[in-house]
Nanobody, 115 residues
Framework: QVQLVESGGGLVQAGGSLRLSCAAS????????MGWYRQALGKQRELVAA???????NYADSWKGRFTISRDNAKNMVYLQMNSLKPEDTAVYYC?????????WGQGTQVTVSS
C-alpha cells in the first residue's frame, strides 16, 4: 500500500501562484510514476501532469507552460508549481501514484482561483 497526503491548496487570486506538495509513505519502493490529477465541480477527473521515477515529465496540454511538476525521490515527495493561475484552474487536485499495476490516490486538496 502507498499512502499519499497532499498539502498546499487554498484560495488565490487570478494571476497568482500556488505550490502543491504530496508526501508518499508506505510501500514506496519502486513507485513507477507520480503525478497530479484534478477534478472540477461537475467534471470528470483529468490528468494534469505526471513524472516518472527517472524524472521524465508529461503534461496535459491545458497546463503546459504554466504548471511544473517535480519530484524528490529521496524525500518521497512530488510537487506541482502552478503559476499564472486562472479561475478555470479551480478544482480539487489529487496526488496520484502508480506501482506494480496499482493506482493510489490522495484525499485531494482544494484550489480556488478568484477572478
Amino acid at each position: 500500500q502507498v499512502q499519499l497526503v497532499e498539502s498546499g491548496g487554498g484560495l488565490v487570486q487570478a494571476g497568482g501562484s500556488l505550490r502543491l506538495s504530496c508526501a508518499a509513505s508506505g510501500s514506496i519502493f519502486s513507485i513507477d510514476a507520480m503525478g497530479w490529477y484534478r477534478q472540477a465541480l461537475g467534471k470528470q477527473r483529468e490528468l494534469v501532469a505526471a513524472i516518472t521515477s527517472g524524472g521524465s515529465a508529461n503534461y496535459a496540454d491545458s497546463w503546459k507552460g504554466r504548471f511544473t511538476i517535480s519530484r524528490d525521490n529521496a524525500k518521497n515527495m512530488v510537487y506541482l508549481q502552478m503559476n499564472s493561475l486562472k479561475p478555470e484552474d479551480t478544482a480539487v487536485y489529487y496526488c496520484w501514484s502508480y506501482r506494480d499495476y496499482v493506482q493510489y490516490w490522495g484525499q485531494g486538496t482544494q484550489v480556488t482561483v478568484s477572478s
